[in-house]
Structure formats: C-alpha cells, structure tokens
C-alpha cells in the first residue's frame, strides 16, 4: 500500500516562499511520475508540476519561474519549492504518484495524499 504525506504548507505573505514536501512510503525510483496539484475554494483541482522518472519535469503557466520541482531519492520524498508566493497561490496542494508495472497490470494507477493548506495572505 502507497501512502502519501504532505507536509510544509501554512500561512506567508505575499512574495513569501515556502518548500512543500512529500513523503513516500518506500522508494520513490519506482514511480513514472510524480505530480503536486492544488485545488483553490470552489474550483477544480488543477496540475502545478510534474516530475519524471526520466528527470524532466513541467509546470504551469502560472507558476512557471517561480515554483520547483524537485526529488531526492535517498529520503523517498519530492519537494515543491514556491517562492514569489500570490495571494491566487492560496490552495490545498496535493501530492500524486503515478505507477506503471505488472503490479498495475501495465494499466497507470495513482496515489494520493491528503493535501496541505496553503495561504498566501497578508
């Protein structure tokens, strides 16, 4: 069983910055993919970065130059570094993780965890 927890959010001002992070249980070298997304009061949850097994990664529009993505293998955990913070930044971040293996039945399946608060405010 996967289990993803999300950590590092909380109140900053604007321009602040702040470093999210997400903790797997066990490696993350077997995910395709990691992802954070967020989800702002009555809207949809959207992407904000993703990070490839392969080492690409991709972000927003909107956060592009001012979010990182980013991995460190040896602790099992991805990080989302957001500096130059706006108020529209304030959201539930998500952390998502992608697998593809015989487990899977070569199928992707996701993981989720349970999100944490940002807000971006002064």
């Known amino acids: 069983q996967v289990q993803l927890v999300e950590s590092g959010g909380g109140l900053v001002q604007p321009g602040g910055s702040l470093r999210l992070s997400c903790a797997a249980s066990?490696?993350?070298?077997?995910?395709?993919?990691m992802y954070w997304y967020r989800q702002a009061p009555g809207k949809q949850r959207e992407l904000v970065a993703t990070s490839t097994s392969g080492g690409s990664t991709n972000y927003a529009d909107d956060v592009k130059g001012r979010f990182t993505i980013s991995r460190d293998n040896a602790k099992n955990t991805v990080y989302l570094q957001m500096n130059s913070l706006k108020p529209e930044d304030t959201a539930v971040y998500y952390c998502?993780?992608?697998?593809?293996?015989?487990?899977?039945?070569?199928?992707?399946?996701?993981?989720w965890g349970q999100g944490t608060q940002v807000t971006v405010s002064s």
């Open positions: 066990g490696s993350i070298f077997r995910f395709n993919a």
């Open positions: 998502k993780a992608r697998l593809i293996a015989a487990t899977t039945g070569w199928r992707p399946r996701d993981y």
